[in-house]
């Protein structure tokens, strides 16, 4: 995927299209296993995957393994959310099969979701309807758009939530544009997404996913390494075309547009979410562990000694 790559065009529409198509079927291969926690963070089962060929084939999904690493992120967002107003309007941007949406929806809010994926949305309805936590609901609506292009209505939203998915957004300074236009005067755009991983935190996550049991067996994990960066990134955007389009340039793209009221670097230890999802052992010593690497993680970053490769922050509109 290049940078120069004319949105609109021919070949930017078939790239636009493998994307929505791709996480699509990512996400129906979850569903047919059971509840991902990335579209019912409440009812979320522990899912085997497999993630098909040019990468390490099994894939675990483990959302107490998630709750784990990044519970206390998700409930910074929630709290900030409800400091807006307990039943904020809220635009969930890149919002996958919709777990993160329907949570907030859950907790009183009124909220309006987007992908580029129907299929994604699609299990994300299905999870709306299904959902059997409908106390304090507030309202839930999903609409299949590309972020490249979209034009957001003025002042309309008290909050705008991004997670994980700046980073495959093409005309990333645009779309700030529409968020800052589309924020009340009041409002606050919540983001946590990948800024880009240094060398020690590669070389770290790589030799613990190395070393570590998990269920991707040695042999392959070998072959990865060797491979390194290049070929698993490689295999990622033959994919998914849009991937890590623009994960450098996100804060500055924000910082264009917004002032940063608050920020948290985090996931200083490469690879920590797979290390989470496929490590192998009884659950009572994983998850100990896992505690245990979260701790160092955050300790390492606290202090400098590693550089978080992710970003969770609260900004506001700028004033100029």
């Given amino acids: 995927m290049s940078n120069e790559w004319r949105i609109g065009s021919e070949e930017y529409e078939q790239a636009l299209q493998q994307e929505g198509e791709y996480w699509g079927h990512e996400s129906e291969k979850a569903f047919s296993q059971g509840i991902p926690f ?10 085997q995957v497999d993630r098909g060929a040019g990468l390490p084939q099994q894939q675990v999904y483990d959302p107490a393994a998630e709750r784990i ?18 039943h904020s309007r809220v635009l969930v ?11 907030l929806a859950r907790q009183g809010h009124h909220v309006h979701a987007i992908d580029i994926s129907r299929g994604a949305i699609a299990l994300a309805e299905r999870m709306a309807e299904e959902n059997p936590f409908t ?8 609409t299949v758009a590309d972020l490249n292009r979209i034009e957001l209505e003025k ?8 997670w994980d998915g700046l980073h495959h957004i093409l005309a990333l300074d645009r779309l700030m544009q529409q968020i800052r236009s589309g924020l009340a005067p009041t409002g606050v755009f919540i983001f946590s997404d990948n800024v880009g991983m240094s060398f020690l935190s590669r070389l770290i996550g790589g030799a613990l996913y190395f070393i570590l049991p998990t269920h991707v067996p040695y042999r392959v994990k070998l072959g990865f390494a060797l491979g390194g960066k290049k070929k698993i990134k490689e295999e990622m955007t033959r994919r998914s075309p849009f991937e890590e389009v623009s994960s450098g340039s996100i804060l500055e793209a924000v910082g264009r547009h917004f002032t940063l009221q608050w920020r948290k670097s985090h996931t200083g ?22 505690r245990w690497l ?3 993680d955050d300790w390492a970053v606290d202090h400098g ?12 509109p700028r004033k100029d």
Avoid at 38 to 47: H, I, K, V
Avoid at 69 to 86: C, E, K, T, W
Avoid at 305 to 316: E, N, P, Q, S, T
């Fill in 38 to 47: 990335s579209a019912d963070m409440r009812r979320a089962q522990r899912l």
């Fill in 155 to 162: 002042e309309r939203y008290e909050a705008v939530v991004a």
């Fill in 93 to 103: 941007l890149a919002c996958g099969p919709g777990g993160l949406a329907l949570e």
């Fill in 69 to 86: 690493m990044n519970g206390d992120l998700y409930q910074l967002l929630f709290d900030r959310v409800a400091a807006v107003s307990p």
């Fill in 135 to 142: 106390e304090n609901f507030g309202s839930l609506r999903y």
């Fill in 305 to 316: 000694l590693l550089k978080g490769d992710h970003v969770l922050a609260i900004a506001v």
């Fill in 269 to 290: 230890i490469g690879f920590r979410a797979a290390l989470a999802g496929d490590l192998r052992g009884p659950d009572q010593r994983r998850h100990l562990f896992l």
């Fill in 294 to 296: 979260k701790k160092l």
